[in-house]
């Protein structure tokens, strides 16, 4: 009897050993395109969060400098920037993308402790007085400005629009061109203000007849838009200048310090401890004389408020009201001092000026000239003596102590300073030389970015060095090929034996 065939052993099976080996190798590659994708997707969102952009452009610039990175990565108070205009529109506009690019940097290296937002006033007009608690320095933002702020202190800082960049008038179109782009700077500078831990305090005495402050509203108002804190002081009922007091300030006196003034004057402005003081004086048409006032200045400065009044032909005929106490004056170009960073020959208005003589040196202080006629022909009335003195008069001056660092500036007119004067004559600069002189007495502004260069190349102009061509050459001539065709041969060996 034939053994029954054994079908197990003779059934062909459903697909051929050629088939089920091509199966294996295309699911192996189905498997590594598969695993190819995903590792690429995983890559690409993982160079999303690395700084992988290169930063060609002339001078670097939309690469931090060590001291703002230094700065950005030490900061330990969360700080929120808010640009007032909406993003997407401001990367349409050439000088907002060139600043966008550069704040997303500090975003980078800030990480937790730096929040940036594009904020349009037209969606959220409320956003500058939920942010600036100060009605003063709330009102002084606009449209397309930036907002600083400390959000434990609640300290703000304003940068205008107009300090991102520096702007030249070219004469030949009467346009204005980008000269450099100040952004790093400006920023850097304000982290640092808003992270300060010292707010100065500016006292206004009220001891010796001195001006109403009602007068002076855009003044203190400016310097409420720099955060500095004033309150004024009747000196006369006090033991000592008080203990918070950064600059004394003594607006128009009318009468001489007493003798105990003057002795606590005296060593407010020797010590170390101590502080800085500005004086804004004005003829006193009485004859009256301030004698402890000038023995102080004298003393300890070299600096000398005469009794005179001047007055000068050329603002004469300037002046549109014809006043015969109009001054055409000008800053003197120091490369130290209250106004240095002032542009050379900046106009100054002044109006019923007293002259300033600046002494021989013979103590331990520098002292210099901030404001002089421009004209050689001013003339300088002594008051009581009708004597009169022809020729460039001083008209405000400065004084730092060699050793302890006291500071002072001494003005011969406070009408310089006063509201209807700044309204009727718009720009009369003093308001600024003001508050330039309390910046330079506090330092407020020195800190590591002042090394920071602004950056001279045009954002919309790329520039490519010769290292940076050839290693850009090399990866898309070279490297990139290379890789393509090592992932080819790869898959050649793997299916060259299908």
């Known amino acids: 009897m034939a053994k029954p065939e054994n079908t197990q052993q003779n059934k062909k099976p459903f697909f051929s050993e050629k088939t089920r080996r091509r199966f294996r190798f295309g699911s192996g590659s189905l498997f590594m395109l598969i695993a190819a994708v995903v590792l690429f997707a995983v890559i690409n969102i993982v160079l999303e969060q690395l700084p992988m952009s290169i930063d060609i452009s002339k001078d670097k610039m939309y690469t931090l400098s060590e001291a703002s990175i230094e700065k950005v990565k030490s900061l330990d ?22 600043i966008i690019r550069i704040l997303d940097q500090y975003e980078r290296y800030g990480g937790d402790m730096i929040d940036i937002s594009y904020v349009s006033l037209d969606d959220n007009p409320g956003i500058i007085a939920d942010k600036v608690p100060n009605e003063n320095l709330a009102s002084a933002f606009g449209e397309n400005d930036y907002i600083v702020r400390n959000t434990e202190t609640g300290r703000v800082q304003r940068i205008d629009a107009n300090e991102m960049f520096s702007m030249e008038l070219d004469y030949t179109s009467f346009q204005y061109n980008i000269i450099s782009v100040d952004t790093e700077k400006v920023v850097t500078s304000s982290l640092y203000y808003v992270t300060a831990e010292h707010i ?13 402050l009602d007068d002076f509203t855009s003044l203190t108002d400016n310097l409420s838009y720099y ?25 128009s006196p009318e009468r001489d310090l007493t003798d105990r003034l003057y002795n606590m004057m005296y060593d407010w402005l020797t010590s170390k401890d101590g502080g800085d ?3 804004a004086f004005d003829p006193i ?50 490369k130290e001092g209250p106004l240095a960073d002032f542009a050379p020959q900046n106009n100054f208005y002044a109006f019923n000026s007293s002259s300033i003589k600046i002494l021989a040196s013979v103590g331990d202080y520098d002292t210099g000239a901030l404001i002089t006629t421009r004209s050689e022909d001013a003339t300088c009335t002594d008051i009581s003596t009708g004597t009169k003195i022809t020729g460039k008069a001083t008209l405000a001056a400065y004084g730092q102590r060699s050793y302890t660092g006291n500071k002072v500036v001494v003005f011969g007119s ?22 330039y002189s309390i910046s330079w007495m506090e330092d407020m502004y020195a800190s590591a970015a002042d090394e920071i260069e602004v950056k001279t190349g045009d954002g919309s102009i790329v520039a490519v060095t010769q290292s940076t061509s050839r290693g850009l ?7 990139y090929p290379i890789l393509i065709i090592l992932v080819g041969v790869i898959v050649w060996l793997i299916r060259r034996h299908l």
């Open 200 to 212: 100065p305090v500016i006292y206004f005495s009220t001891s010796y007849g001195e001006e109403d």
């Open 277 to 279: 003081a500005i004086f």
């Open 473 to 479: 050459a090399a990866f898309a001539i070279i490297i």
């Open 227 to 251: 955060n500095y804190d004033v309150k004024t002081v009747d000196l006369d009922n006090v033991e000592a200048v008080p203990e918070d007091a950064s600059i004394i300030v003594f607006m």
């Open 414 to 435: 406070s009408e310089l300073l006063k509201d209807d004067v700044i309204k009727q004559y718009k720009n009369t600069n003093t308001a600024g030389a003001f508050i």
């Open 285 to 334: 048409l009485t004859g009256g004389k301030l004698t402890n006032f000038n023995k102080l200045l004298s003393e300890l400065y070299g600096i000398q408020v005469n009794s005179d009044v001047v007055t000068d032909v050329t603002g004469n005929q300037l002046a549109s009201a014809g006043k015969e106490n109009y001054i055409y004056a000008s800053s003197v170009q120091e």
């Open 77 to 98: 108070q969360k700080i929120e920037i808010i640009a007032l205009y909406d993003r997407v529109r401001g990367e349409a506009d050439s000088q907002k993308a060139t």
